[in-house]
């Protein structure tokens, strides 16, 4: 099925970056590049100190709020921890779930994405799941096996429609912030293994409308042609989403 049917959605991973004020000044300057911007879905992923600030700074633009994790209690004696409640309190709308820096920095496994990604849905917001290999993996030609994992366990239960409230990323490990993006071939290659595996664990109708991303060293030169291919239907981007020129003009690159 055709990819018409599929919004694409345009994220940006700030990661451990901008201070409030920081964060206010690139939102500031990104309304103003994407004002008027329409078929794509604009995100922005600030770290949690700059949620409320950038919330308040996009309320009357066409960009949308994520943060980058989520804990799955509500509330609780659980230091550090912020729960979806919380997030939705502050204005998101989606949260990143499972990124790899995640994955390999703070024990994330398949078993706690899948907590966080229901606890999220049980508040209606909505879960990005990054998926993604290793070097390592791809080299031993274990792509897939590990791609099956990552989406097997992190969807683990979920219906059909709540599924349709969530989007997978694919980020492969070694692209990230390396500046080596997969080609277009290698991407689509691996966006279309997902969907079909989205068709064997849902159904047809469910995998064609889930929207799956790409993420790892999109630039605005490289965005078109990643973004033409069939599969991917949107990006998550780290490194060039802390400039608005350069995100912006990845934004326009897919419309
Ligand atoms: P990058 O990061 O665009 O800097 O490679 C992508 C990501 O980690 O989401």
Not at 94 to 121: C, M, P
Not at 140 to 166: P, Q, Y
Not at 197 to 216: C, P
Not at 221 to 236: R, T, W
């Amino acid at each position: 099925m055709g990819r018409t049917m599929r919004t694409p959605i345009i994220a940006g991973n700030w990661k451990l970056n901008k201070t409030v004020s920081e964060a206010v000044a690139l939102t500031s300057e990104l309304k103003k590049l994407v004002v008027g911007t329409e078929g794509v879905e604009i995100v922005v992923a600030p770290p949690f100190t700059a949620l409320e600030a950038v919330s308040n700074s996009i309320n009357d633009s066409n960009i949308l709020l994520a943060a980058q994790d989520v804990y799955w209690e509500d509330s609780g004696a659980y230091t550090g921890e912020v729960s979806a409640p919380l997030l939705i309190d502050v204005g998101c709308d989606y949260v990143i779930i499972g990124h790899s820096e995640r994955r390999q920095y703070f024990g994330e496994t398949n078993d706690t994405v899948n907590q966080k990604v229901k606890s999220a849905l049980s508040h209606n917001l909505k879960p990005i799941i990054c998926v993604g290999e290793l070097l390592e993996e791809r080299e031993a030609g274990r792509t897939e096996n590990i791609i099956k994992d990552h989406v097997a366990g992190g969807t683990a239960g979920l219906t059909g429609e709540a599924l349709l409230s969530c989007v997978i990323a694919y980020e492969p490990v070694w692209a990230i912030g390396t500046g080596k993006t997969a080609t277009p071939e290698q991407a689509q290659e691996v966006h279309h293994f997902i969907r079909n595996l989205l068709s064997e664990s849902f159904s047809d109708g469910v995998a064609s409308q889930v929207r799956i991303q790409y993420g790892g060293s999109v630039k605005p030169e490289n965005a078109a042609e990643l973004m033409a291919q069939p599969d991917v239907d949107g990006a998550l981007v780290g490194g060039a989403s802390l400039q608005a020129e350069s995100f912006a003009q990845i934004v326009e690159n897919t419309v």
